[in-house]
């Protein structure tokens, strides 16, 4: 069945440091890929997507490009902030309604 | 503003009681979703419903039920035959007929047994 595999937490960073949470999914067809943010005891909201090969979604200095070759989806950010201290899960639809949620990744930045 | 609103956001039950948790939302999204979240793990589907008076059952739902009796409205009986209720529950939504297929979810419930 359908799954994504993302990189084992925590990750802890020093403040302006470069980050990349690793994502990897197995699917049948060609799924939409998207990347979630959790903070301590919310919900999640969507940070970025990206529906096609070599789409690059990117928000609030996060990118994340869809390949297809090596059926990744890594997110990065040039220069992290405490602010984006949070848990963050790369996530897979194939358009049936049902989502696969990677374990999350917790990412932990220090001034 | 549009939203999906989740209560309590904290509920304590003694071991043998059912409880409801409350999950609304005011963005006319056609499907709605129950997902469990522990420590360490992913989120795991409980229930979904991508229409009023249908719903199906997802990866664990032994021990919950739900009903969808209204568009806005999907709650969640945490039933006496869950085993381990202690968790994080978030529902989250989608507009089908919009095409567009990204889940808005709510802040979450955290129910603690006793």
Known sequence: GDSVTQMEGPVTLSEEAFLTINCTYTATGYPSL???VQ???EGLQLLLKATKADDKGSNKGFEATYRKETTSFH???GSV???????YFCTSTSGTYKYIFGTGTRLKVLA | DGGITQSPKYLFRKEGQNVTLSCEQNLNHDAMYW???DPGQGLRLIYYSQIVND???GDIAEGYSVSREKKESFPL???SAQKNPTAFYLCASIGIRSGANVLTFGAGSRLTVL
């Open chain 1, 81 to 87: 902030q405490v602010s984006d201290s949070a848990v």
């Open chain 1, 75 to 77: 997110l990065e950010k």
């Open chain 1, 39 to 41: 903070y301590p005891g």
């Open chain 2, 35 to 37: 997902y469990r979240q």
């Open chain 1, 34 to 36: 998207f990347w979630y």
């Open chain 2, 55 to 57: 719903f199906q059952k």
């Open chain 2, 77 to 79: 009986t945490v039933t």
